[in-house]
């Protein structure tokens, strides 16, 4: 009787963390299409069009009396809420891991973004300030929520399975965000036939974002669970607890090491796909129907590269899947670089490899810095990982820039990011990630 209810406790429990990973895959789900709509398509384009109407004759306007170009207004919206970030996420991290309470919290942050991104239906004429501070908002909010969604992996995922699991959520995410841009797409391109205009439209598909997000939340937010407590220290205001982290974090100096690699080929990786489109419009002198069919073509290619290289890792280890595509990132940056131009095609094959290790490669970063994460710290450590994913991706546009700069060239510009791929490699390739496991107090995993 008591083996058999033993049996009966772990059958349970085991489909309580089935449960909870499928809501878990549905924030991404929820949320992605935010990225994908919002910050890539759509946003950037239609705020630096309402900040030009706003504009004096000289094309600048004067948020709190400061002078700000009207083409750069969206940019610096954009680096104010990754300030606000990177203020805030340390400080959720760190109070969602000493009270436990992990979903109120990722619940506040999602429905705050959504709120403000639906919002975005009434950027309208010249309200270029309501548009920055609904974008500051919702980008904010989209980090602190990502943070503390990261953070669950650890908890529902057995440490054999978080490749597979976490490939599944970022593969979700993508094809959520292929969904959803093929709606808009096609209410944007026959928006005289849905009665609107075409500013009308876009404002439908801003907040069509924000209420995809706040109504798929409603899965994640009705099965994922509270863990207990980890009480140790008491909250310390934003900064303060940045530094705390970060000091914690040296007594992992494995853990250090793997987030300096993250970081450096993550730069690259998130800039390949912010400048891909400067690349192919001013380069290769692409219209602006052959790069919005790019962007699709990523996102579906997206779910099946991270899928796929999930299935690889589960044979040759997470650590080296992920050198691997690290290597097909390099490859593909050069192919890029001899694109000839006006040709549609060879761009859309280009597309095609970035789709393919795009997201392969981030989900897997992810499970494989979760087991790295000393156990009840998930939320602090995780704030870091995220500000490394989103807040200090700034040196690969700025050489992108410079190169451009000195030498007139974007096809420089595009293989100069070639720097952070092998310089990544090299610092991943020399993380023993056994040994970082377990001094992180975790057990190692068979393949890993």
């Known amino acids: 009787m008591g083996t058999e209810t033993v049996r009966t406790q772990a059958a349970d429990e085991a489909a309580g963390l089935r449960r909870e990973q499928r809501g878990w895959y549905f924030y991404d789900w929820a949320c992605s299409v935010y990225s994908t709509t919002v910050l890539t398509v759509f946003l950037g384009p239609y705020l630096t069009a309402v900040a030009e109407k706003a504009a004096d004759a000289d094309g600048f306007v004067h948020p709190l009396g400061i002078p700000v ?26 109070a969602a891991d000493r009270t436990g309470r992990k979903k109120p919290l990722l619940g506040a942050a999602a429905y ?85 205009s075409e500013t009308a439209a876009v404002r439908v598909c801003l907040a069509s974002a924000g209420l995809w997000w706040g109504a798929f939340t409603l899965v994640p937010m009705s099965r994922l669970r509270d863990r207990h407590a980890r009480v140790e220290r008491a909250t310390a205001p934003g900064l303060r607890q940045l530094t705390a982290t970060v000091r914690d974090m040296r007594q992992h100096p494995l853990t250090l090491a793997f987030l300096l690699a993250y970081l450096i080929y993550n730069d690259g990786i ?79 094959v280009l597309a095609s490899g970035i789709g393919l290790v795009l997201g392969g490669s981030q989900a897997l970063s992810r499970s494989l810095f979760s087991h790295l994460v000393p156990p009840g710290k998930e939320a602090e450590y995780f704030s870091a990982y995220e500000m490394s994913d989103r807040g200090m991706s700034w040196l690969g546009p700025l050489l992108f820039g410079v190169t451009y700069q000195l030498t007139g060239s974007y096809r420089s510009a595009i293989i100069s990011l070639v720097a952070f791929f092998v310089i990544g490699f090299v610092l991943l390739a020399r993380v023993p990630v056994r040994r970082a496991i377990g001094e992180a107090g975790n057990p190692v995993p068979e393949r890993i």
């Open 69 to 94: 170009r009207a083409g750069s207004f969206f940019a610096y919206s954009v680096s104010l809420s990754v300030i606000v970030a990177v203020v805030l996420m340390p400080l959720v991290g760190a």
């Open 112 to 196: 705050t973004g959504a709120a403000a991104t639906t919002g975005m239906f009434f950027l309208d004429g010249d309200r270029y300030l309501l548009g920055g501070l609904l974008l500051v908002v919702a980008n904010a909010a989209q980090s602190v929520g990502m943070m503390l969604y990261n953070s669950y992996l650890p908890q529902i995922a057995p440490p054999e399975e978080r490749d597979a699991i976490s490939s599944r959520g970022w593969a979700f995410g993508y094809a959520a965000g292929a969904l959803v841009l093929v709606a808009n797409l096609v209410l944007y391109s026959a928006h005289d036939s849905f009665g609107l």
């Open 270 to 348: 998130q800039t390949v796909i912010s400048q891909a489109s400067v690349y192919g419009s001013e380069e290769l002198g692409l219209g602006q129907s052959t790069l919005i069919g790019a962007v699709l073509l990523v996102q579906v290619l997206a779910v099946a590269g991270a899928l796929a290289m999930g299935r690889l890792a589960r044979t040759y280890g997470a650590k080296r899947t992920i050198l691997g595509s690290l290597v097909a990132w390099t490859v593909t940056l050069g192919a890029g670089y001899f694109l000839p131009a006006g040709a549609p095609v060879w761009f859309f």
